[in-house]
């Protein structure tokens, strides 16, 4: 089947490209010194990669909102940060969102899709279908990358954004990029 | 003071909180502890909470590792603590040892016609603390203890937790500034001077 090949194709090329790396990258440049997650496997090259770096702090969180006001903590104190999240996690942080878009406060938010290209799990569907509208209606500035070559590039005019506008801005990183999971596939094995 | 079951009056134990405050910062939750840490005198160094509920402790949090320095107290309300409850937990594995976090408990939303919160019913928020992580969790009945912890706050030797039990009184309000942009602001500059003006 040639969606099968698709597949196969994304699979065997998706943790090669080095995109988390060349984010990581961008992010040291923006000077982000703290590190906000509830984490993703799409997250997780990026997650070790500021676990080992001694100058930033890498907080696990037990909801996302919790990232956003610590984010907005940190500004306050002069630290610029980022959060990392899956797609789901967005809907946990609307009313939060309220504290950055009141307060003209920089939020960089890198989110990794589900519910999107490929998705198997269907109770992915309703808040991956519902992402950018509930960020877009929070006054979030989103931006998306669908290809891996895309996510560096897109990270830094997000950042770019967030931390010369003051505004809350987001990066939906596509499931094609990542790869989608198959746990049908998983249950066989 | 004579009674140690009396309740504590909040104003009172806000006032001794920021007693000689130096340059401590401090995050208000919304409601009343806003309108309490604003009645004890408007200042740059407050961040007051008029919406975001639940967010005051992480606030906190990401405040005191961005300025090791300084010491960072968050006052907020038992209500707005149990919607951010989870916090407890991410704050006890960080340890930020400048940040203390006093609940003022009333056993009631406050602003909403004084329903009873969880805690009414027995939910021990310095209990749950303490069982997160938090080894300097404390429920505090007189004012002697209130000063006990406004002097820990200031000492900064490691994460405090005080549940402070306070009578269910409706207060005037003292409302500080409500645009956010003008209490990011001035607190962004009495914290990192007139640079943070130009970024």
């Known amino acids: 089947m040639a969606d099968t090949a698709v597949k196969t194709k994304d699979k065997a090329t998706a943790p090669l490209h080095p995109w988390p790396d060349d984010v990581y990258r961008v992010l040291k440049e923006a000077g982000v010194k703290q590190v906000g997650m509830v984490p993703d496997a799409g997250h997780s090259r990026l997650i070790r990669a500021f676990d080992a770096d001694p100058e930033t702090r890498l907080v696990t969180l037990t909801t996302e909102e919790e990232g956003v006001a610590m984010l907005a903590g940190a500004w306050l104190g002069g630290q610029r940060g980022v959060l990392l999240l899956q797609s789901s996690g967005v809907g946990n942080c609307i009313n939060m969102l309220s504290l950055p878009a009141i307060c003209h406060m920089p939020l960089l938010m890198l989110v990794t899709m589900r519910g999107d290209w490929g998705e198997f799990n269907p109770w992915q569907i309703p808040m991956g279908q519902g992402t950018q509208a509930s960020l877009e209606a929070m006054g979030v500035i989103v931006t998306r990358a669908d290809t891996p070559d895309d996510v560096a590039p897109t990270v830094w005019g997000a950042a770019n954004l967030a931390f010369n506008t003051w505004r809350p801005a987001a990066v939906l990183i596509g499931q094609r990029?990542?790869?989608?999971k198959n746990f049908k596939e998983l249950a066989r094995k | 003071m004579t009674n140690p079951n009396a309740l504590l009056?909040?104003?009172d134990v806000v006032n001794e909180l920021l007693r000689d405050r130096g340059d401590i910062l401090v995050i208000a939750g919304l409601g009343a502890p806003n309108w309490d840490v604003s009645a004890a005198g408007d200042h740059a160094n407050n961040f007051p909470l008029w919406g975001a509920m639940g967010a005051?402790?992480?606030?906190?949090l990401g405040l005191a590792l961005a300025q090791p320095k300084r010491k960072v107290l968050v006052v907020t309300?038992?209500?707005?603590?149990?919607m951010g409850i989870g916090s407890l937990a991410t704050i006890?594995?960080?340890?930020?040892?400048n940040l203390t976090i006093a609940v003022l408990d009333n056993e009631r939303f406050g602003e909403t016609g004084m329903q009873k919160t969880h805690t009414a019913s027995g939910v021990d928020l310095a209990g749950m603390a303490l069982a997160a992580g938090i080894r300097t969790s404390q429920t505090v009945r007189t004012m002697e203890q209130v000063s006990e912890i406004r002097d820990l706050a200031h000492q900064g030797k490691g994460t405090v937790f005080a549940l402070v039990k306070i009578n269910p009184e409706a207060l005037v309000?003292?409302?500080?500034?409500a645009d956010g942009v003008i209490l990011t602001t001035r607190f962004r500059q009495s914290v990192l001077g007139d640079e943070a003006l130009y970024n």
């Open chain 2, 77 to 82: 309300g038992d209500g707005e603590m149990l």
């Open chain 2, 56 to 60: 005051a402790a992480m606030m906190g």
């Open chain 1, 177 to 180: 990029v990542l790869g989608a």
């Open chain 2, 9 to 11: 009056h909040r104003r």
């Open chain 2, 173 to 177: 309000f003292t409302l500080p500034p």
């Open chain 2, 92 to 97: 006890a594995v960080e340890k930020p040892p």
